[in-house]
Each structure stands twice: as structure tokens, then as C-alpha cells.
């Protein structure tokens, strides 16, 4: 009686990749978010994409930890800003910060973007920038990133008060910064 030989696919595992997981799907879909997200953290393209990265990679690390049902986009902004919390800490105790991006080195840069527009959001970006951070991660999360202010202000741990007094201070200096710009 021949005995049936094991599948090549058996003993190393499905040699195709497999479907995603609806985790990774739903993940996958808060890329361009996370990033901008990351960008208005770390007001730096190279430090927001190494932000984004590390807060994936902990995600899918603590994936366990998700409660399917739940809010994935909170759930991973708080990742983001605790990883950023993170490096903060770690930036203050070495005294020393990233390497900033030569000038012509940023990769993917669109040469079909509308000048004017570009102009505009180089503005919005210059007054966000200069917020004081609290003002600009409340602007980030709500603004932006379309947060209900409950899911904000639990995100960075403050009442309801204080992230509206944040969101109120913080419109009225973009305005004042984006009308004398």
C-alpha cells in the first residue's frame, strides 16, 4: 500500500500569498491618513514616514489587542501619538534629532501639481507648524483627520472643555497666520 507523499505546500506552507486579513485590509485603507496624521506630529516628511512605519509595525504587533467592533482609525492614532511621545522622550535624552532631508532628495514629488494650490497649502502647512503642539494635534484629529471631538479628547487624554478651548485657539491663529501670509 503506497503511503500519500505530503504536499510541497503542506510542509512549508501555502507558497502564495495570503488574502488579507480584515485587520490588514482596514489598516491598509488608513495609510493616507495615518501619514498625514504622521506629518502634522512631525512636521517633517522623513521623521512622518519613519512615524507612520513604526506605528504600523506596533499595530501589527498588538494586533491581538484591537477589539474588532471598534474604531481602527482611533485606535491606531493613538498608537501614532504614543510612539511620537515616544521619540520625543528619546530625542530629549540623546539631545540629538533625525538628520533633515537634502534638498531635492524628497522622492515621489508630483511636477504636475497646480502652483497656486501648492502655494496655499505650503501656507496651511507653515501655520500648522507653527502651533503650539497641543493646538495642532487638536486640529489634526478633528479637522483633518475628521474625529468626533469625544473620540479627540480621549485619544489625548483631556476633557471635552479643554480640546474645544485647543480647537477654538488653534482656528482663530491659522487664521490670523493664514491672513498675513
Same mark, same amino acid.
Given at each position: 500500500?503506497?503511503?500519500?507523499?505530503?504536499? &510541497?505546500?503542506?510542509?512549508?506552507?501555502?507558497?502564495?500569498?495570503?488574502?488579507?486579513?480584515?485587520?490588514?485590509?482596514?489598516?491598509?485603507?488608513?495609510?493616507?491618513?495615518?501619514?498625514?496624521?504622521?506629518? *502634522?506630529? +512631525?512636521?517633517?516628511?522623513?521623521?512622518?514616514?519613519?512615524? =507612520?512605519?513604526?506605528?504600523?509595525?506596533?499595530?501589527?504587533?498588538?494586533?491581538?489587542?484591537?477589539?474588532?467592533?471598534?474604531?481602527?482609525? @482611533?485606535?491606531?492614532?493613538?498608537? !501614532?501619538?504614543?510612539?511620537? %511621545?515616544?521619540? %520625543?522622550?528619546?530625542?530629549?535624552?540623546?539631545?540629538?534629532?533625525?538628520?533633515?532631508?537634502?534638498?531635492?532628495?524628497? &522622492?515621489? *514629488?508630483?511636477?504636475?501639481?497646480?502652483?497656486?494650490?501648492? @502655494?496655499?497649502?505650503?501656507?496651511?502647512?507653515?501655520? !500648522?507648524?507653527?502651533?503650539?503642539?497641543?493646538?495642532?494635534? =487638536? %486640529?489634526?484629529? &478633528?479637522?483633518?483627520?475628521?474625529? +468626533?471631538?469625544?473620540?479627540?479628547?480621549?485619544?489625548?487624554?483631556?476633557? %471635552?472643555?479643554?480640546?474645544?478651548?485647543?480647537?477654538?485657539?488653534?482656528?482663530? =491663529?491659522?487664521?490670523?497666520?493664514?491672513? @498675513?501670509?
Amino acid at each position: 500500500m503506497k503511503r500519500a507523499r505530503p504536499s &510541497v505546500s503542506s510542509l512549508k506552507g501555502d507558497w502564495r500569498t495570503p488574502p488579507l486579513q480584515a485587520f490588514e485590509r482596514e489598516l491598509l485603507t488608513l495609510l493616507p491618513r495615518l501619514r498625514r496624521f504622521a506629518r *502634522s506630529l +512631525a512636521r517633517d516628511a522623513a521623521d512622518a514616514d519613519d512615524l =507612520a512605519q513604526v506605528s504600523v509595525e506596533r499595530a501589527l504587533k498588538a494586533q491581538a489587542q484591537w477589539a474588532p467592533g471598534t474604531r481602527l482609525d @482611533a485606535w491606531m492614532m493613538r498608537i !501614532m501619538r504614543n510612539c511620537w %511621545i515616544d521619540e %520625543i522622550r528619546s530625542r530629549t535624552r540623546r539631545a540629538q534629532t533625525f538628520a533633515p532631508a537634502e534638498e531635492g532628495e524628497t &522622492v515621489g *514629488s508630483d511636477a504636475h501639481r497646480d502652483i497656486e494650490r501648492a @502655494a496655499e497649502m505650503k501656507d496651511v502647512d507653515r501655520a !500648522m507648524n507653527a502651533l503650539p503642539d497641543e493646538q495642532r494635534e =487638536a %486640529i489634526a484629529l &478633528v479637522l483633518v483627520e475628521g474625529l +468626533a471631538y469625544r473620540e479627540a479628547a480621549d485619544l489625548l487624554d483631556i476633557p %471635552i472643555g479643554t480640546l474645544t478651548s485647543r480647537l477654538t485657539r488653534g482656528r482663530q =491663529a491659522l487664521a490670523q497666520m493664514l491672513e @498675513a501670509a
